[in-house]
């Protein structure tokens, strides 16, 4: 970032911003956030949890986000409510303002019959196909394609090479980051006279309001009916969702998370990293699926999952400690059968 970009805010500012209270010098510049082990004399920093206080007097930074007073902090403090929230609005007050221009790049090709609401922006490269509808402040980066009657709401982004195709609907204020396929043909084959056959997949996808996907997913199209993503939820890089999956309000689905087949996925269920899931399994509302553990049946409301095929995390944990105590049992077991045999040796030799 220039020096004429470099955006700078005094904690006073930065208070009045967020609704919050200072200690100290409010007077004083910062010009960035950063961590307390890697900020400067110019940044603000945070402490979201106590076990990182003591931290701070290593710290650099001119100024530090907290939910209560530190009596012997020596940097400025920006007390607030919720650490979390406030680090999210100060971030954002950071954040660069890149260069977005309503309008359709020249190089862009976009179909007579396409509808584009106002202030939107289509980049580079882009296509956009027959009978598309484009809402409101929408920004479609470079290189993006969007088939045939697909419908894309308000104040969506749609970052560089993103493909959505057709038939898809994407709902309001959604994020797709880039490189990312909406809408792809789902993997369903039949083995038929000694081939495998594609089985046509005539579905499509529905993404609802205030879904994010990060880079490189892929989200394929229903056989029949829709693959389902619900508003609010959140997904990271490199996750894959299968065909007619339906997946709910607000989940979370951490990277390289795959969800197989017509599985259907409750409200509030997070999928940790690598996690997955087998064909038609329905996981309850609120359900965790620790790192790696895979789901090959269905699962009730609020429980927490762990293992390959997964169970309920406190059995598997139970399992992997007698898992450990298994060299110790086998050398006691060794131990028991010698002196079983010398017993009944005893005895032989009695009769």
Request: negative net charge.
């Given at each position: 970032m220039s020096e004429k970009e470099k955006k700078v805010f005094t904690v006073d500012e930065l208070a009045s911003r967020i609704g919050g209270a200072v200690i100290g010098d409010?007077?004083?510049?910062?010009?960035?956030?950063?961590?307390?082990?890697?900020?400067?004399?110019?940044?603000?920093?945070?402490?979201?949890?106590?076990?990182?206080?003591?931290?701070?007097?290593?710290?650099?930074?001119?100024?530090?986000?907290?939910?209560e007073k530190l009596a012997d902090a020596k940097v400025v403090q920006?007390?607030?409510?919720?650490?979390?929230?406030?680090?999210?609005?100060?971030?954002?007050?950071?954040?660069?303002?890149?260069?977005v221009e309503a309008g359709v790049h020249r190089t862009a090709a976009v179909e007579e019959d396409v509808e584009i609401g106002a202030n939107v922006s289509i980049g580079?490269?882009?296509?956009?196909?027959?009978?598309?509808?484009?809402?409101?402040?929408?920004?479609?980066?470079?290189?993006?394609?969007?088939?045939?009657?697909?419908k894309i709401g308000m104040n969506c982004k749609l970052d560089a090479n993103v493909v959505v195709y057709h038939n898809c609907v994407i709902g309001n204020n959604c994020i797709i980051q880039a490189n990312s396929t909406i809408g792809a043909c789902g993997y369903g084959y039949s083995f038929i006279d000694g081939q495998h056959r594609l089985i046509p997949h005539n579905g499509g996808v529905i993404?609802?309001?205030?879904?994010?996907?990060?880079?490189?997913?892929?989200?394929?199209?229903?056989?029949?009916?829709?693959t389902t993503i619900g508003?609010?939820?959140?997904?990271?890089?490199?996750?894959?969702?299968?065909?007619?999956?339906?997946?709910?309000?607000?989940?979370?689905?951490?990277?390289?998370?795959?969800?197989?087949?017509?599985?259907?996925?409750?409200?509030?269920?997070?999928?940790?990293?690598?996690?997955?899931?087998?064909?038609?399994?329905?996981?309850?509302?609120?359900?965790?699926?620790?790192?790696?553990a895979t789901a090959l049946r269905d699962f009730p409301a609020g429980v927490t999952i762990s293992g390959t095929p997964a169970r309920n995390m406190q059995d598997h944990i139970r399992q992997l400690v007698y898992i450990q105590r298994l060299p110790k049992m086998a050398a006691q077991?060794?131990?028991?059968?010698?002196?079983?045999?010398?017993?009944?040796?005893?005895?032989?030799?009695?009769?």
């Open positions: 409010g007077k004083i510049e910062v010009c960035g956030v950063n961590s307390l082990e890697q900020a400067g004399g110019a940044d603000i920093t945070f402490i979201s949890s106590g076990k990182h206080v003591n931290k701070l007097c290593e710290s650099g930074a001119a100024a530090v986000i907290v939910k920006l007390l607030v409510k919720n650490v979390d929230s406030s680090l999210i609005e100060v971030l954002n007050l950071f954040a660069p303002e890149l260069t580079a490269g882009a296509y956009v196909g027959h009978g598309v509808l484009v809402g409101d402040g929408c920004v479609l980066g470079a290189g993006c394609v969007v088939g045939e009657n697909t993404i609802e309001d205030c879904v994010e996907i990060g880079a490189n997913c892929c989200v394929d199209r229903a056989k029949f009916g829709n508003a609010g939820t959140k997904i990271d890089d490199m996750v894959m969702i299968a065909h007619n999956v339906i997946i709910g309000r607000c989940c979370l689905l951490v990277g390289r998370s795959s969800i197989a087949g017509s599985t259907v996925l409750g409200d509030g269920v997070v999928m940790a990293g690598d996690a997955g899931t087998g064909d038609n399994c329905k996981i309850g509302d609120g359900v965790v699926v620790t790192t790696r077991l060794k131990e028991l059968t010698k002196k079983v045999k010398e017993l009944e040796a005893s005895k032989d030799d009695k009769k």
